[in-house]
């Protein structure tokens, strides 16, 4: 008892002692977890603007990307015919001749004569050019329409031979009458393709 009484100053040194060293020990733990981890937590209103920002989808710039390229298409199309303008001025003001004025300020008859030729030679070379389109255009068709029936008729002539040579028996076996007039042409074929070469 003695001991408790004599030492009961020192106990309260020796009781605040160890517990204020506890609290620094957790106070420098927390703190070397908060520096390992990156610093403190961030707030919710942080967490949500930063997750706001750096979302990729954002209707407004997809909105601008898509009338840029509309208005490029617009440019595009506007530049295009005005190129085909200014060639067709180009050719008209070849063919028209120069107009000259007299003295009181009237076209004379020659030139009302040469702007009826220039407009009926216009006239007539529009209607050249278009024939010839025309003309180019059904050549192509008939190619085409060519093309489509000689693949028409090939299809058909490979659906017929298959469809023999998948004949079968009652009993299940492949019919080999086809089969052979197949292998048969086939060799004939191209012992024919070898005689070409030879030849």
Not at 17 to 22: A, D, E, I, L, T
């Amino acid at each position: 008892m003695k001991n408790r009484s004599s030492n009961g100053g020192n106990k309260s040194e020796k009781i605040d002692g160890p517990k204020s060293v506890n609290m620094k020990n957790k106070y420098e733990k927390k703190k070397k977890n908060l520096q390992r981890l990156g610093g403190g937590g961030l707030s919710l209103e942080v967490f949500a603007n930063a997750k706001s920002t750096n979302s990729h989808y954002n209707p407004s710039s997809i909105k601008k990307h898509r009338e840029f390229y509309r208005n490029a298409k617009y440019v595009s199309k506007f530049k295009r015919s005005t190129k085909q303008q200014n060639l067709w001025n180009d050719l008209t003001s070849a063919i028209r001749p120069l107009e000259d004025e007299n003295e009181d300020g009237e076209k004379s008859k020659i030139n009302r004569k040469n702007k009826k030729k220039s407009s009926y030679s216009l006239r007539k070379l529009y209607e050249k050019t278009r024939e010839e389109e025309d003309k180019a255009r059904i050549e192509r068709e008939a190619i085409v329409q060519a093309k489509k029936e000689q693949r028409e008729k090939v299809e058909a002539q490979r659906k017929a031979t298959r469809e023999k040579m998948f004949k079968k028996t009652r009993y299940g076996q492949p019919v080999m009458k086809y089969r052979i007039e197949q292998l048969l042409q086939t060799i004939q074929g191209s012992s024919e393709k070898s005689f070409n070469r030879n030849t």
